[in-house]
């Protein structure tokens, strides 16, 4: 299983990334992840992106492009793996398209996450992460067992801050330039997928499965994990 999850900020991509790629022990690639990694270890790399990433603007495409293909160079790719974030632009989409064809890799699909304007609003600003092991919470929807204390590891749970109201606005605007014309591109490529990013993560797990079985994705070596 390759799949691409496209969508705008607070779509729920990265947390159907984690769920789907435990689900079928493929690799979750994060752009955004790796590079909070490296701001938070202050590589190079990751304090050239702080001040981008907190205005809500894209790394440049060569950088993105250089991290994740080292990534999907790796030895955890060879049995799937799921795109978080990532590509953003057409730059990156094409580079992708040229390191798989490399890899022998292709694509199985691409998910589109439509998601109307409200529900990212209240996504993100209630969005909160935990500042030492970066597990997501909601402040509606998936509250920690203790106020502020992360679940997993008993970090502090702090705002991202690109989640701020005016960061949010920067965001959107980017993603509407930059990134929907992607939508385009992977329907000619007859690679995407629609589903809705307004429902529940249970809900859209299961309309998940539903398209993986539609698609014949979960073949013999891929399990089924409602039949497991
Ligand atoms: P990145 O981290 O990729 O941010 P993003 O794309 O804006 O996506 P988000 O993480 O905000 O949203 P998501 O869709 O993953 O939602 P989530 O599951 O967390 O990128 C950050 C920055 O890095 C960029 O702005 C840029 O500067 C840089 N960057 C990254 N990739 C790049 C690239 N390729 N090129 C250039 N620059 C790049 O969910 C949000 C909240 O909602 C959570 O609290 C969650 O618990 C809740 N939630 C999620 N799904 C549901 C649901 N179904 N029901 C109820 N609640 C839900």
């Known amino acids: 299983m390759r799949l691409v999850l496209l969508g705008p900020p607070g779509a729920g991509k990265g947390t159907h990334a984690q769920v789907l790629s435990k689900e079928f022990g493929v690799a979750h690639v994060s752009t955004g ?3 909070r990694e490296a701001l938070k270890a202050a590589t190079p790399l990751g304090l050239k992106a702080k001040a981008t990433m907190e205005k809500g603007l894209l790394v440049p495409d060569d950088v993105v492009i250089a991290l994740v293909r080292e990534r999907l160079s790796g030895p955890d790719a060879k049995k799937g793996f799921i795109l978080d974030g990532f ?5 990156q989409a094409r580079s992708l398209d040229a390191t798989l064809r490399d890899l ?15 529900v990212i609003i209240r996504r993100l600003s209630g969005r909160r992460v935990c500042g030492a092991c970066g597990k997501n919470y909601h402040l509606l929807n998936f509250k920690p067992k203790a106020e502020g204390i992360c679940d997993a590891c008993g970090g502090k749970l702090v705002q991202r801050p690109d989640d701020r109201e005016e960061t949010i606005e920067n965001r959107l605007k980017v993603y509407e330039a930059e990134t929907t014309p992607l939508i385009d591109y992977y329907q000619k490529l007859k690679l995407l997928t629609q589903v809705s990013g307004d429902l529940e993560v249970r809900e859209l797990n299961r309309d998940l499965l539903d398209v993986f079985r539609r698609k014949g994705l979960l073949g013999p070596g891929v399990k089924d994990p409602q039949r497991a």
Do not use: A
């Open 87 to 91: 590509p953003r632009t057409p730059e």
């Open 104 to 118: 022998d890799m292709p694509l199985s699909l691409v998910l589109y996450f439509k998601t109307s304007l409200p």
């Open 33 to 35: 992840d790796m590079l």
